[in-house]
DNA sequence: TCTATATTGGAAAACGTTTACCATTAGTGT
DNA sequence: ACACTAATGGTAAACGTTTTCCAATATAGA
């Protein structure tokens, strides 16, 4: 295999390492002859560029880092994959980074384009990978990154100017409960996602409105604080059912946690939607397949992971606005959770 | 930031290049004074080494390429996550492809080790990321490379020598059937993955050792040949249903597959599993608390990437023999799918 | 104190590309 | 055939590290 470079090809080939260069990295700025040769030769040899030398020529490294909470959570994996599949189409990779929220792996990746692995960061969790000194330093210089959703504002910088991609939450979160309201549902519950993640605060935002809209009292008794996961879903909707009045409905602010909601009100004796209508928030694929089937709240997944993607590139080869934002379309899917109140 | 290279730090430490570089990536090989006024120099200016730059000289990129089908399956993602933390661990990074089983993107991918972009790969599909060309040429060398199950055989290299981490899919598959059969079931049906896929194949044999070993007659028309998708559960499901001597029992050969089909079943009215019982595999964390929670085989996912992940790098770092195999333990999850043939 | 040895630090080459700059050749119009 | 321009190809420097030598210095033993 491999071990010969471009010296050698050029040997090979009888001509000049930057015949070979151009050749096969920019095959107009040359004549067909030369082409042709160099190609020929390079195939009869085997010849495969050592993508490290190159990388260390431009500077560029052809990577992108994609910074994620969670990797297992469904909605995540379904971004990654369309992020990854639309990068590839433009020749760069992902290394990816599954940080499980601990501030130190943040960092490690967050570093990786200062030290040229990768060329830009997708952020997917809600909090800059940059300490509070390297922020505050003044030759401080934010690499291209776009953020999905998720980040928070940042003491040290204002993140709302920072390139972005989502859904509008709000709308969204507003959608969700104008739909059980509509249904005739008074009293609601929501289960949030983690308390310092924006879209959470958003839905809730949405939840508020859709409640002022009608004219229904928000009831703080009726928020309860959980976070994106299976586990929360189960865990929260056990207090949910202890509260003093009881909601007819229940939001989830995802699919997840409405799952472990499902099963939990399943497990009390809840009949859904009978007893208690649920709405969730993702419309991941097994969200159908759910019994009963979910009324939740579609994200544009593959759109999102491939705006991320574009938008990210565009920042790295400098032919998009710094402060490009995107908003993707949701849609409200209405399945068999969720039922007229009696 | 960062324009800061090895030899302006040097000047500015009032050192050489080559001690800074000691200091910084062999600090035992230098005086503690010495390593102190590097470090200190190095904090002080933030300076950030260029890995390309090592990279290229040492020919390791500290990157890691795994090759997958699909990351959105549950129990791919969950491996994901793992390897990619314990390859995080020992400072590997890992450089993600998904394929969507497309064999350009399999090349693709297979080549970041030849161009230097990786130092070795860990293939989660069932074939090799090289031409037949490639594997035929007297002069390709195997990169170090771990396969996770599903590696099939090549008709150019015997597959089975390379190095590979699994469950006992055979007996994993004979525990599945052999619970269906200690209750009562004599009529089992078995929805396969991809028939291509090694897993799938052992999987089947288990069904078959577990007939067998009770005496029960082997049908050909109870193998009903799937993939390993929730969408193929569903499909193929309702092939189950018309058969003309309809089994009591189903074995699914992934939870998603198994989520479809009960989903499948509930909608034509079957109770399970009052009616016909279902057994997955896989144990993702949806399996409990689906309705009813799924009896399934549990795969040690985290082990599972954990050992990919060490394997693997040992292999790079020359450490392990070249054909090490690791079997990990399973084991079977009874809920509430499956109950007694009545 | 002096020599022999161990430790430390430095100069420079190397890794494999790309590309600026220049020299050469081909192409065009007269 | 000639001058002038356009196209093409080559030489060599650069990218930022690590590491091989070697020289210098510290350490120890006598």
Redesign the pocket.
Known sequence: MS?????E??RIA?????????????PE???????DKVQAAAKRVG????????S????RSGNIVAIIPDISDTFNSGVIQSLERAAAERGYSVLFGDTQGIRERELVYGAMVR??QADGIMVFSHRLPFTAEELQSENFKLPPLVNSCELADSPHIDTSNLPWVSIDNVQAGKDAVTHLIELGHQNIAVITGDIDSPSTLQRLEGYRQALHAAGIPYREENIFQGAYTLEAGVRITKQVLLAKHRPSAIFCMSDEMAMGCIATLKEHGFGVPEDISVVGFDDIRFAQYLSPPLTTIAQPVEAIGRTCANILIDLIEDVAEPESKHILPHKLVVRASTAAHK
Request: hydrophobic share 35%; proline share 2%; charged share 25%.
């Open positions: 071990d010969i470079g471009i010296k090809l050029a009888g001509v000049s390492t930057a015949s070979v260069s151009r050749a096969l990295s920019n700025r040359v004549s067909k002859k030369m082409r010849y495969q560029p050592n993508r490290l030398g190159a260390l020529r431009t500077s030290s040229r």
